[in-house]
């Protein structure tokens, strides 16, 4: 078994990164993970100022694939993920949707006890680890994994969690693969910047496909098939996020574009993944039922 210990750690997704590890398709490969402050707040006397920015968002990787080249699919299986026994959020400092409204910055730690985040002494919510870094490295510059695109990376999306399978372009040999960023629960939009941030182990299958046509990132998981769009505002996500899914209904069930269209319609959901990121992140989301209802198996 492969093991990436939380110590190798990359702040972009760049071609010019040095892979710490290898695998080959089909091996399975754990990711220890930081939170996505680095570890830095250990109590709430730590706010948003006293953080080192240069440290957020470490993504473990980059893992290399052997095989894997420019212009395949990398099928990422999320086998399992563990997360820590506490969380923390931050606040404030002018970001997130409230961030005109709320000036002044503050720092939350939540227990985990039982499989629930402890948000105060009311309410408590069982968790759902998710995912909130994963990606390959983009063609051209590097890009800080704070920022979502089409290489993956902050998609902040809560399908991303135990059973979703993710893929992923490869635009560089060897993929690069690196994840970070995990949140013991979150809620679509993560309009306060954060969810519950926590330090965790991912395990996950890795395989290259080679000439898969799916519109990457896109998530399989026993629910929907999702296609996940970045761009700089929340409608041209969901636009883009909703025209890849229409061309892959297109590609792969062969309907044809009137028909296409009116299935989305009629039975696909766009959903926002997150509207604070340096771009937001959108996803159509349509039941896997129509796939099987034309006999197709996602590879
Ligand atoms: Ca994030
Ligand atoms: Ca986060």
Redesign the pocket.
Known sequence: MIIIESKYYVNSMDKANASVEKAKSGDTVVFVTKD?FGGQIQSEDQVMDSLDWSQI?PATGPLYVEGACEGDVLKVEILNIEIADKGVMIDGGGEGVMGKLITDASTKILPIQDGKVIFNDKLAFPVNPMI??IGTAPKGEGIPTGTPGDHGSNM?CTKIRKGATVYLPVNVDGALLAMG?L?AL?GDG?VGV??V?TDGVVTVKITVLKNSKLPTPFIVDDKHAISVYSAETADEACEGATINMFNCLMNELHMTDHEAEMLLSVIGNVCICQIVDPERTARMEVPIGVFEAYGYKFA
């Open positions: 996505c968002n909130g870094v902040d960023d949140h979150m993560e954060c969810g941030e």
